[in-house]
């Protein structure tokens, strides 16, 4: 490996870092009250935005679509939200995805699953975990 590859190596492996301190940082500073109820909630949700840039085909499109989402959150738009499971994973924003992700861990009830158990199998939403997150697929 050459020496700039290590270096970009290195920078992605501190963005990664990053991504999940500024995060942690944000939800534990009470930015987000009453959003993660389930405790490990909010670090799952963090941890999903380490896995979508380590798993991204190129990066700098991620950040970018990183910063549209705040971007959009700032102007009102709840970027956290998505819609039914049948949406194809490489459709759904990235806090949507991190959204999905948490909820799931943390058994969160939302108007398509108002009865939830945390990390169940037979949540609508279980294929994203099953066929994406854990299958490292982003597509």
């Known amino acids: 490996m050459t020496k700039q590859c290590e270096q970009q190596a ?10 999940l301190l500024l ?3 944000c939800h534990a500073t009470g930015l987000y009250p009453n959003t993660y109820p389930t405790p ?46 049948e949406i194809p994973w490489s459709e759904i924003n990235l806090e949507a995805q991190g959204a999905i992700v948490d909820q799931w861990f943390g058994g969160t009830a939302t108007a398509v699953v108002p009865h939830r158990t ?22």
Not at 48 to 58: D, K, L, M
Not at 125 to 132: K, V
């Open 10 to 19: 290195w920078t992605w492996r501190r963005l990664r870092l990053a991504t």
């Open 23 to 25: 995060g942690f940082l």
């Open 40 to 85: 490990g909630q909010v670090l799952i949700h963090e941890l999903t935005h380490v896995w979508q840039i380590a798993y991204s085909s190129f990066i700098p499109g991620t950040v970018c679509n990183g910063i549209v989402n705040q971007t959009n959150r700032i102007v009102g738009e709840n970027v956290y939200q998505y819609g039914t499971p």
């Open 118 to 139: 945390p990390m169940d199998v037979n949540d609508p939403y279980f294929h994203y975990i099953r066929d994406n997150i854990r299958a490292r697929n982003t597509g």
